[in-house]
């Protein structure tokens, strides 16, 4: 701790000027698409920082060359949320066994993403800012680098960080989780103080909160929240920490003052600047991503208000579901439904009303089926509102990708007190926060479409009736449901607001095991569940500090689960 802590003072007052990390590409002053400190100042290194952090998230779309995105592994796209979704069942899985689904290859593009690209731009920008007396820059700064590094840990554990960006190391050690955890709380009481402070001037660009301080002190209490949240298991402290917060009220209370990033484009012209899982569906050659049945079924069974926003159904039916069975498109529909499947009472490759996705696991390679699989709808990629239009989606379709990137929420803060509440015994306090994050979640999700999508039909949209009954019925199972079955419900209200955004389900999955009601894999013995990612291909093969993992089944530090989560 005490060497990442002068780390960050160094960095600061000095201002390190990095041109090296963890791959083979490691002169990035001779690289053209980077920026370098004599071509760039402090504005055009924090719209980089911002730009960056928030492809960590969401990866790219089309490995434009303009950016830290290589290649898309064995992942339609990149990203943290791509990985969480895939992994919690919020998006199809395509992967039968764990060990195989994600090769350590597939993770290059987010390590370098996080060290050739943000942390060094952050370095480099640093002594301009100190410099130019830029307070808000380097406050803006410290929260994302707090952000993105819990992150790393969250997916990898241990990673490189005192040492990572450091002139003339090309073999930085990994830091315990932990340490890192804990410098990311300093960094944020730092970039409050600088929130707090006046500078000599403002950033040219906040993509965020448009130079709005109070919003981000508010994020920053909110992200440490998070943090607690996230290591209570581990932090006798945590739940004290958490309420401090709360009793302030100094958080993201109000959905307006959301922390997330709204992608602006509307055409794929290079810088392409349309939510990525925009670019990645809505193609010529039709959609790329397969949706979960799982949570399809789950929100198409229940009548959940939301689904219609959530997913873009392009065919009326499915093959072996009010149609005849398709080998081409849909090869399961010929199948039978795996004995585990049957012994668990699941959904098994096909689903009435023509939501047309695949079940976790499923493998079966990509058919002719890119204008009959169901799809990203409104929210938050900025696609098509379902209104049974049931037509194919163009490039242009929808919102034309005017979508979103949910990264702290007011309804998520809802959530984590709802599970602090749960984890206290107080079920009253966890049945209103549950109550207010699903309110604040579909006001937010129903408020998306305004402005976006001109020519749907909204005589589709739920009647306020249908909201009522949705949400008294699932309150009425939560209500009489045991402790186990109260996780359950909480759990799966937690996978349908969150979809969009895959670390915090990944995250809430791993700290609690809920809910188990889960779709397992498709293969009946899949392996361990991962719990944390191996470390990318490059970092092991060009940093003799770093070995790889022995398998992903390693945890987290704040992961003490004694198993894996119970739905394989």
């Not at 370098?36 to 952090?53: H, R």
């Not at 820059?137 to 040492?163: K, N, R, W």
């Not at 922390?259 to 050659?285: C, I, K, M, V």
């Not at 209200?493 to 095991?513: H, L, S």
Request: net charge negative; hydrophobic share 35%.
């Amino acid at each position: 701790m005490k060497n990442i802590n002068k780390i960050l003072v160094f960095s600061l007052l000095a201002g390190v000027l990095a041109t090296s990390c963890e791959t083979t590409e490691l002169d990035l002053t001779q690289d053209p698409n980077f920026l370098t400190p004599d071509q760039a100042g402090a504005d055009f290194y924090l719209n980089s920082i911002q730009e960056d952090f928030v492809r960590s998230f969401e990866g790219d779309a089309d490995f434009d060359n303009n950016d830290n995105w290589a290649s898309g592994g064995n992942t339609n796209g990149d990203g943290f949320n791509l990985f969480g979704m895939e992994l919690t069942r919020i998006m199809n899985l395509n992967g039968r066994q764990y060990v195989s689904a994600y090769q350590a290859s597939d993770n290059d593009d987010e390590w370098s993403n996080t060290y050739e690209g943000v942390l060094v731009d952050i370095r480099r920008m640093t002594p301009l800012a100190v410099e130019g007396e830029l307070t808000h820059h380097i406050g803006i700064s410290q929260f994302i680098e707090a952000f993105l590094m819990v992150t790393m840990v969250d997916f990898f554990g241990d990673v490189p960080y005192s040492e990572a960006i450091i002139e003339g190391n090309l073999n930085p050690t990994v830091d315990p989780g932990a340490d890192i955890y804990n410098a990311a709380l300093t960094l944020l009481d730092q970039a409050i103080a600088n929130f707090r402070s006046t500078p000599a001037a403002e950033p040219q660009l906040d993509f965020f909160y448009g130079n709005d301080y109070d919003k981000w002190e508010n994020a920053a209490n909110t992200l440490k929240m998070r943090i607690y949240v996230q290591r209570r298991l581990v932090d006798p402290n945590a739940l004290a920490s958490f309420n401090a917060i709360v009793d302030s009220g100094d958080y993201i209370t109000d959905t307006a003052d959301d922390f997330e990033y709204n992608w602006p484009a509307s055409s794929a012209t290079q810088p392409d600047a349309r939510h990525p899982r925009y670019g990645l569906n809505y193609q010529a050659a039709g959609a790329g991503d397969y949706q979960s049945n799982w949570l399809m079924n789950l929100m198409d069974t229940t009548d959940d208000p939301r689904i219609r926003y959530y997913f873009y159904r392009q065919s009326e039916n499915v093959p072996g579901n009010g149609v005849a069975p398709d080998e081409e498109t849909l090869n399961c529909s010929l199948e039978t439904a795996p004995q585990h499947y049957v012994n668990g009472g699941f959904t098994f490759c096909n689903l009435p009303n023509g939501y047309w996705g695949r079940d976790h696991g499923d493998t079966d390679g990509t058919p002719p089926d890119g204008f009959l699989r169901t799809t990203f709808g409104t929210y938050p990629v900025g696609g098509r509102f379902d209104d049974d239009s049931f037509q194919g989606i163009s490039t242009t379709s929808g919102g034309a990708g005017t979508g979103v990137t949910p990264l702290l929420t007011a309804f998520g803060v809802d959530f984590m007190k709802a599970e602090m509440a749960l984890v206290a015994g107080n079920v009253p306090a966890a049945r209103m926060a549950l109550i207010d994050g699903f309110n604040k979640n579909l006001a937010k999700v129903q408020a998306f479409l305004s402005g976006r999508e001109a020519g749907a039909d909204l005589s589709f949209a739920p009647t306020e009736a249908q909201i009522t009954l949705y949400r008294d019925t699932f309150l009425a199972a939560f209500d009489d449901a045991d402790l186990e079955g109260k996780w359950d419900v909480f759990a799966e209200q937690y996978w349908i607001a969150f979809f969009g955004n895959g670390v915090d389900p990944y995250n809430f999955y791993r700290r609690t095991g809920y809910p188990t009601t889960l779709q397992p894999n498709l293969e009946p013995d899949p392996g361990t569940f991962i719990r944390s990612l191996y470390y990318p291909s490059n970092s092991v093969n060009n940093n003799s500090n770093i070995s790889q993992k022995l398998n992903q089944s390693q945890p987290v530090f704040w992961d003490t689960n004694g198993s894996a989560p119970e739905a394989n």
